[in-house]
Structures are given as C-alpha cells and as structure tokens.
C-alpha cells in the first residue's frame, strides 16, 4: 500500500526514512490559522486537516499521514517571527517543564477512513542564561522551530529531561503512530 506523507517537514521524513519506510511525499498547502485554543484539539485539527488536503485527491489505496507538533506552556507557542521573539520564548521555557504536543491522522483512501489521535511529552527546560540564549538564537536553527528549539540539534544542550516520547518533540511520534498504522494492517516491523 502507498504511503503519502503529507509534509514537507524534513524532520518528519528524516524519522520515516530511519523506519526503512517507503514512502511519498505530497505536502499540505493547508493553512495553518489559530481555529482552536485547546492544544490538543488544535494539534489534531491541523493533523487532520493536513492529511485531508491531500487524501481527497488520491483515488487509490493510500494511507496519508498528517501531522502538527505544538509547543504549549500556559499559551500556544509558535514558530518565532523574528530574533526578538525567539529570546522571548527561550526566556519564558527557561528553568520550567512544557507540553509538545503532536496531532497525528492517517486517512485511508479511497474510503476517507480516518483515525486521528495526539501524543504529548513534556520537556523540561534548564535555567538559561541570557548569553546561552543569545548564543543559540544566533545559531539560526531555532527560527523556524515551534518553541523556537531543536531537540535533536543544539537545542539538546537546553533541555534538562523529557518525560515520554523522544520522536514526538522531533514532530513524529513513531510508536503512536505505528499503532495507528497497524489498525488499518501496515506494519512498520515485518520479518
């Protein structure tokens, strides 16, 4: 059966390839706008709606996946619009535990069939000084990140602990969405 992934994200690309998974890629031209203010239902929506750009399109058996990974702590943190807002945010994660939180929906096509679920890990920040903020922010990688870091780059040095899902912070959680995959009979791990 055909996988679409329907982000152009290379994190989320980079995950599946590191799976051994076949794959396509048709990203989403679907307009991320504040629709929602619960985190949860706003990761799932986006997820959803993400995934449906593309599967209304495909009219053979295809399992499309769509994804949106949020960064949540007392607000929905976004991607920085500038340096200024990048500081900002590293400043209020600093010495303090958040939320990420990844909507995950895969659609079976041609049916539309659709299971849409979230994975959360909270990530605790260490006490940042003003110098190690500047410091990453100039480092560029966090300008176009959610939360303005990168687990999986520099930003590891930022980050005392996680509780939960690695892969999920990354913007895939791989086992939830493993599960899901396996409700509709795809498995990740075959002999």
Known sequence: M????????????????????????????FDEREEESDPYKMAMLFAHNKARNIAK????KAL??????????????????????AIAMLTELSASTHSVITGISVIKTPEMITITEYEETLVKFKKLSQDEIKAYVNS????????????????????????????????????????????????????
């Open 140 to 191: 560029g990688e966090p300008i176009d990140k959610a939360g303005a870091y990168a687990i999986q780059g520099l930003g590891s040095l930022l980050i005392e602990r996680i509780e939960g899902c690695y892969f999920n912070v990354v913007g895939l959680p791989v086992y939830k969405l493993s599960k899901i995959l396996e409700k509709f009979g795809f498995k990740l791990l075959t002999i």
């Open 64 to 85: 499309v996946i769509g994804a949106d990974t949020i960064v949540y702590k007392d607000n929905i943190m976004g991607k920085p619009k500038d340096k200024d807002d």
């Open 2 to 29: 055909r996988i679409i992934l329907a982000s152009n994200s290379p994190r989320r690309r980079e995950i599946l390839s590191q799976l051994g998974v076949e794959y396509e890629v048709k990203p989403s031209d």
């Open 57 to 60: 399109d495909i009219k053979d």
